[in-house]
């Protein structure tokens, strides 16, 4: 199973800027962030396929995040600019060895996403 540690999260103003990082232990064929906030249930954020780069990203955080990724260092990098009070949640990091639906991939109750990180947390102060 591919181990997955997240690390960048911290606590900013409204209108920063956080760089979220997903270092993994082996490449895999997708991956997604997630976030959830307390009292939420979990929410897909972006998903990135790791051979094409293809991406696709939750309507909230459209054209304010971007997912990217480094297949030589094994990183999945989620940038994200302008930031909400609302964004304020634990991010996770998920992979997935299989292919999904645009609607699968940013959902966070897909079985597809065999592996998980612990979480970093992002708070957003207005």
């Known amino acids: 199973q591919v181990q997955l540690v997240e690390s960048g999260g911290g606590s900013v103003q409204a209108g920063g800027s956080l760089r979220l990082s997903c270092a993994a232990s082996e490449l895999s064929y997708l991956s997604g962030w997630f976030r959830q906030a307390p009292g939420k249930e979990r929410e897909g954020v972006a998903f990135i396929y790791l051979n094409s780069g293809v991406t696709d990203y939750g309507d909230s955080v459209l054209g304010r995040f971007t997912i990217s990724r480094d297949n030589a260092k094994k990183m999945v990098y989620l940038q994200m600019n302008n930031l909400k009070p609302e964004d304020s949640a634990m991010y996770y990091c998920?992979?997935?060895?299989?292919?999904?639906?645009?609607?699968?991939?940013?959902?966070?109750?897909?079985?597809?996403?065999?592996?998980w990180g612990q979480g970093t947390q992002v708070t957003v102060s207005s």
């Open positions: 998920a992979a997935s060895p299989y292919h999904m639906s645009p609607e699968q991939a940013l959902d966070a109750k897909s079985t597809e996403y065999i592996s």
